[in-house]
Antibody, heavy 115, light 111 residues
Framework: QVQLQESGPGLVKPSETLSLTCTVS????????WSWIRQPAGKGLEWIGR???????NYNPSLKSRVTMSVDTSKNQFSLKLSSVTAADTAVYYC?????????WGQGTLVTVSS | QSVLTQPPSASGTPGQRVTISCSGS????????VYWYQQLPGTAPKLLIY???QRPSGVPDRFSGSKSGTSASLAISGLRSEDEADYYC????????????FGGGTKLTVL
């Protein structure tokens, strides 16, 4: 079955760019929307955005100015970049494949913003 | 401040029926499907209900969803200790270029 795994630095300095990659295994990345969602400790879920395998994107309006997503179909991976991070961006970041009938999530990776 | 509004907490005793509400607007719940997720401590959210009232394979029929207008509800009957978790509602929002929106989450305690 399809599995997702997030990877990337667990510590990012303030004002720098957070970069994460999600590797999809057990199935093709093609013809789906791929999302990033985050969750600060003890708080709720926040959708960051999604990318289709064609490269079309939708971003959370509150984060849009700082978010860039990309997809590499040859590697079955998609990526997130969040620029100008602050302590408020500290959270567990999840990648997910969300359709109208299914929802597959990675286990999540903690990213801490600190100097 | 979440776009969808849920009560922060709910509780019940084993065997009871509990409902969790989710309130939105015409641009999200009012015009799109509602989804419900269950999140156990330290784990990723798990899809519990899709398309307002459909259960994925493996989800017990003790869990049911409904939607009316711009509000939705999750009902859990025959409450069990393992149902103690955080529950989130979600919907697509048609505002601007579109985005997924979540409720703030409801912490369910089984007394």
């Amino acid at each position: 079955q399809v599995q997702l795994q997030e990877s990337g630095p667990g510590l990012v300095k303030p004002s720098e760019t957070l970069s994460l990659t999600c590797t999809v295994s057990g199935g093709s990345i093609s013809s789906y929307y791929w999302s990033w969602i985050r969750q600060p400790a003890g708080k709720g879920l926040e959708w960051i955005g999604r990318i289709y395998t064609s490269g079309s994107t939708n971003y959370n309006p509150s984060l849009k100015s700082r978010v860039t997503m990309s997809v590499d179909t040859s590697k079955n991976q998609f990526s997130l970049k969040l620029s100008s991070v602050t302590a408020a961006d500290t959270a567990v970041y999840y990648c997910a494949r969300v359709t109208t009938v299914t929802s597959i999530w990675g286990q999540g990776t903690l990213v801490t913003v600190s100097s | 401040q979440s776009v969808l509004t849920q009560p922060p907490s709910a509780s019940g005793t084993p065997g009871q029926r509990v409902t969790i509400s989710c309130s939105g607007s015409s641009s999200n719940i009012g015009s799109n499907y509602v989804y419900w997720y269950q999140q156990l401590p330290g784990t990723a959210p798990k899809l519990l209900i899709y398309r307002n009232n459909q259960r994925p394979s493996g989800v017990p029929d003790r869990f049911s969803g409904s939607k009316s207008g711009t509000s939705a509800s999750l009902a859990i009957s025959g409450l069990r200790s393992e149902d103690e978790a955080d529950y989130y509602c979600a919907a697509w929002d048609d505002s601007l270029s579109g985005s997924w929106v979540f409720g703030g989450g409801t912490k369910l305690t089984v007394l």
